[in-house]
């Protein structure tokens, strides 16, 4: 590598390196491997850890992912480059991830960057699972790391919630909650239903296991760091593409995309959040720039045993962000132009932090009509599903309620930093500036994708769409104005009453 050109052009520093990704067929990886192929052109390959997944193998699955839409743009300008994928068989749940040693000494012959992308995202995940999935999988990639013999760059990708202690989250490593070793030595010598037990206890005041797992996975790669050149970037909520490789790519309903849909179909009545609390959204493609900024960074610096772990937390700006019920008001006004098809009513979210309220609106708002309309089902020969809907809708909202009812601050020093040692001839591609981002664009970019990659709606029935949403419009007012007229009837005539 010819470092005069590598520091000048980030293209320039890919060319002919060999970069093992995790979870490559996750929401994240799958952005990744499409920008670096496209944008990088000279990388000489990547290798992708994978699993055989719904009876298919590895270059089968594999397939099937590179026919999604996010590629018809590599697929029309580069469609060789789709050559330079090579699906590894592995498995981050297993101990040394599965690999064969066959598999293992190719990557330690050839690979010079690994990003460590995999994680199980599910807030509610057992303990043993959590931690062997995100924890001891990353020990075990820091592992394979110390053997590889020309490693330039091992990122680790956690979140930027990995410290929740802190009401400001600033650009460093933490003390973990706990020994990472105890806890990897519990979770594989202790009955699952043991665990269980003490799961309360082990995670204290964190939320959930998943937070608990990564706070612990980023003591392994803080001890790591002093023999491997390491760095960690930390997203906030990633949510739908800006405007790279297609704006509003998004293919997970996992997080408050899922509430968000659920809201787009009127589904979502009542949420469990504070109104004047911020989310820090981060969109996909700044994440995976900075992924790729972070390691041309590392991969120009020499490391010695000194060295410290590189950390940035890659997040929307503080001072530009917005809060959740302006994030949802602007949704649902973008919702009456761009609806989903088939709302069950007009979107409207009411926000409580009151768990009595919240458990009153529950059940007048989503329980009763659900069975209603449960019962109609039944009775016209469909299958009923509005009360399954509903309780997940209840479940996953309770899952984020923590982060619906608190905030945090983050520094992004580092990654201004970064910005600002991109070439002029690179800062487009690679931008990660996010001051510029038009915030309703961007929703009504978001609600588009929905349609379009996660419920799969024709966007040529538009029209249809927006007729059915008009009805129901209609419908709410109406309802509204009898439930009105109702309660002053009412009023009346217990006035009248109690005077005579």
Known sequence: MDKNNAAKSIPAFYAGQSILLTGATGFLGKVYFEKILRSCPDVREIFILMRPKKGL???ERLEQILNLPLYDKLRQEQPLHFKKLIPISGDTRQENLGLSAADRQMLIERVNIIIHAAASVKFNDTLKYAILTNTRSTRDICILAECVKNLIALVYVSTAYSHLDNPFIEEKLYSPVDDWRKMIKMAESLDEHILNIFTAKCLNNIPNTYIFSKNLTESVIQEYSLSLPCAIVRPSIVMNSWKDPIPGWIDTFNGPIGLMVAGGK???????????????????????????????K?????????????????TFPDEKNISLREFCNLEFKLSENVPLDGIVWKPNTLFTESYVMGYVLTIALHILPAILIDLVLKF?????????????????NRALLH?????????????????????????????IELSNLDFEQSIRNG??????????????????????????????????????????????????????
């Open 298 to 314: 590392l991969g120009l610096t020499t490391f010695t045993p000194a060295s410290t772990c590189f950390v940035v937390n890659c």
């Open 380 to 396: 016209l020969r469909y299958r009923p599903m509005v009360l399954e809907l509903q309780r997940k809708i209840y479940v996953s």
């Open 266 to 296: 009127g589904l979502l009545r009542v949420l469990f959040a504070s109104n004047y609390i911020s989310q820090n959204y981060v969109p996909v493609d700044t994440v995976v720039n900075t992924i790729i900024l972070v390691t041309w």
């Open 57 to 59: 193998n590895i270059n």
């Open 447 to 500: 609600l588009i994708g929905c349609k379009k990659y996660l419920l799969y709606e024709d966007m040529k029935k538009l029209d249809k769409a927006k007729t059915h949403y008009k009805r129901m419009k209609l419908l709410d007012a109406t309802v509204k104005i009898i439930i009105t007229i109702t309660l002053l009837w009412m009023m009346t005539k217990w006035i009248l009453f109690s005077t005579f």
């Open 403 to 431: 982060f619906m009812i608190n905030e945090w601050k983050f520094d992004n020093t580092n990654s201004q930093d970064l910005m600002a040692l991109i070439s002029s001839d690179d800062r487009e591609t690679f931008s």
